[in-house]
């Protein structure tokens, strides 16, 4: 089955600066790429995502990458905020009904 | 607002009482899942249904049991809590497309406690 690793499992920043963080997935098959941004207490939230038939998707100041040779897929955000801290979770599918197969998990804290 | 919704948000429960968790859907999606989401975790599936067909993950004990009355609806039932059974349940809906992946939008979750 699909297995999705994510890097790094801590992250802070400064306000202002920028965070990136990674993931790896093992299925080729694999081509659709959601990052879900999730707070304390609630449930995960869809911030950004990417099919397999493009390299780069940008919202404001959220941006993912996608490698597909290399099997890998980043979340960038630029001019953090401290608003941002949660715990983000990258995840890969196959398609269709699948469900999505989940990173571990990155926990960001924006310094103010 | 079309949205997942999961009653209750809290759910304390004995050893070995049975509980039931709800979730309902205004999106009108056909299909709903089933997460468990353990402390400093990544969410794991449980099952889904694709309408109403049901699909468990191989690795999801008997203890879990899942009904969808119909396409708003959908249901976990834990026969007999065991205290690794305290954890956030997330139910997620999508409509399921034919090719390339479908978004998934999560109710807000039950924190399941087992005393």
């Known amino acids: 089955g699909e297995n999705v690793e994510q890097h790094p499992s801590t992250l802070s920043v400064q306000e202002g600066d920028s965070a990136v963080i990674k993931c790896t997935y093992s299925?080729?098959?694999?081509?659709?790429f959601p990052w879900y941004k999730q707070e304390l207490g609630k449930g995960p939230q869809l911030i950004i995502d990417?099919?397999?038939?493009?390299g780069e998707k940008k919202d404001q100041r959220i941006a993912v990458t996608l490698n597909k040779t290399a099997k890998h897929f980043s979340l960038h955000i630029t001019e953090t905020q401290p608003e941002d801290s949660a715990v983000y979770f990258c995840?890969?599918?196959?398609?269709?009904?699948?469900?999505?197969?989940f990173g571990s998990g990155t926990r960001l804290q924006v310094q103010p | 607002d079309a949205m997942v919704i999961q009653n209750p948000r809290y759910q304390v429960t004995q050893f070995g009482k049975p509980v039931t968790l709800s979730c309902s859907q205004t999106?009108?999606?056909?299909?709903m899942y089933w997460y468990q989401q353990k402390s400093s975790q990544a969410p794991k599936l449980l099952f889904h249904?694709?309408?109403?067909?049901?699909?468990n993950e191989a690795d999801t004990p008997d203890n879990f049991q899942s009904r969808r009355p119909n396409t708003s609806f959908c249901f976990l039932d834990i026969r007999s809590p065991g205290l690794g059974d305290a954890a956030m349940y997330l139910c997620?809906?999508?409509?399921?497309?034919?090719?390339?992946?479908?978004?998934?939008?999560f109710g807000p979750g039950t924190r399941l406690t087992v005393l």
């Open positions: 997620a809906t999508s409509r399921a497309a034919p090719s390339g992946g479908s978004v998934q939008f």
């Open positions: 299925d080729s098959a694999s081509n659709y």
């Open positions: 990417i099919r397999s038939n493009v």
């Open positions: 995840a890969a599918s196959k398609g269709g009904r699948r469900a999505l197969t």
């Open positions: 999106l009108n999606h056909n299909v």
């Open positions: 249904y694709y309408d109403k067909d049901f699909n």
